[in-house]
């Protein structure tokens, strides 16, 4: 009896063997949280580099050309041999007017897709629709601005005979394609993450199908829904291949959607591609718009966070 407890206890080799384990477990849990700090320092780090590096830049650019002219300027012509011009304003409103059009034809067709996905399509045809949607997100940029350039302008020059071949309008569609997926997918995940005891608690009362979409799940939903519509509206401001392939590159401080028109991004596209020395005033102008660029996507990003926090449903 006593032998056959003797031999029922671990020997040294296997005690010395867990003791090795759990010291290499040890190890491993003291080592994961400083792999995961630093991978996020690098993150964090690139940024902070990307925006020094932007704001350092810009100020070199406006020790030549004043702020005030820069920011209310209705001319941008830095090409010109005699007085350049820098105002921005050109090139504001360019991107402003992709971005308004594209937000016409992203939004209803996004959240449109969204309900239907959410509320009326089975499990088949969602995971039948969903997946083909997606793909448009991962169709190359500038194949959507030949789509623009060759496609799309030729098929509104028959409805509109004065649409010239560069133009706001084609682009400004295409882009509402492309971000047409993001505020579908994000929409209809907002919306099927409502608990379906709302649903059928308005069902209960009388409310058609329509009703309870609209009017129940929607504003339920209401947080994830604007905050794509947001995230959106930033990806269609930096938007560079489609505005500069379908586009042009004519800054113009109007509300013309028929001619010519350049972004922020083309601009800097342009300069980028070699029309600029290095060292030079309009190369430093490229910072100065980037900067520009950043701003507005900083602030649509600042706006969707806090829109997401204030109308966030928790259920």
């Given at each position: 009896m006593a032998q056959k407890q003797v031999s029922d206890q671990p020997s040294v080799q296997e005690l010395i063997a867990k003791?090795?384990?759990k010291k290499q477990k040890q190890l491993v849990e003291k080592l994961i949280p400083i792999i995961l700090f630093i991978i996020a320092s690098i993150s964090v780090l690139t940024t902070i580099g990307i925006v020094l590096t932007l704001i350092v830049e810009t100020i070199i650019f406006f020790k030549d050309i004043p702020v005030f002219s820069f920011l209310f300027g209705t001319e941008w012509y830095p090409f010109a041999?005699?007085?350049?011009?820098?105002?921005?304003?050109?090139?504001?409103?360019g991107?402003?007017?992709?971005?308004?059009?594209?937000?016409?034809?992203?939004?209803?067709?996004?959240?449109?897709?969204?309900?239907?996905?959410?509320?009326?399509?089975?499990?088949?045809?969602?995971?039948?629709?969903k997946p083909i949607l997606e793909i448009l997100a991962g169709i190359p940029t500038i194949v959507y601005g030949f789509f623009?350039?060759?496609?799309?302008?030729?098929?509104?020059?028959?409805?509109?005979?004065?649409?010239?071949?560069?133009?706001?309008?084609?682009?400004?569609?295409?882009v509402g394609i492309m971000i047409l997926p993001m505020i579908a997918s994000l929409s209809e995940d907002a919306m099927s993450s409502v608990p379906n005891s709302i649903r059928e608690g308005a069902l209960a009362m009388g409310s058609t199908?329509?009703?309870?979409?609209?009017k129940v799940v929607v504003p339920a939903a209401l947080s994830g829904i604007v905050a794509s519509v947001v995230l959106a509206i930033?990806?269609?401001?930096?938007?560079?291949?489609?505005?500069?392939?379908?586009?042009g590159s004519t800054p113009k401080f109007d509300f013309d959607v028929t001619g010519s028109i350049q972004t922020m991004t083309a601009y800097i596209v342009q300069v980028s591609s070699g029309d600029a020395g290095y060292g030079t005033t309009i190369?430093?102008?490229?910072?100065?718009?980037?900067?520009?660029?950043?701003?507005?996507?900083?602030?649509?990003?600042?706006?969707a966070h806090a829109i997401s926090k204030k109308y966030r449903e928790e259920y």
């Open positions: 003791s090795s384990n041999n005699k007085e350049p011009a820098f105002g921005i304003l050109p090139l504001i409103a991107t402003l007017k992709v971005t308004i059009i594209a937000v016409i034809v992203a939004v209803p067709f996004g959240i449109g897709s969204a309900i239907f996905l959410s509320e009326y399509a089975s499990d088949t045809t969602r995971r039948i629709i623009a350039l060759t496609f799309v302008t030729p098929l509104l020059q028959q409805f509109i005979p004065d649409l010239k071949i560069f133009n706001a309008l084609s682009p400004g569609i295409v199908k329509l009703e309870v979409a609209l930033s990806r269609a401001i930096g938007e560079t291949m489609i505005v500069s392939l379908a586009g190369y430093y102008s490229i910072y100065s718009v980037g900067f520009t660029l950043f701003l507005f996507t900083l602030v649509m990003n600042l706006i």
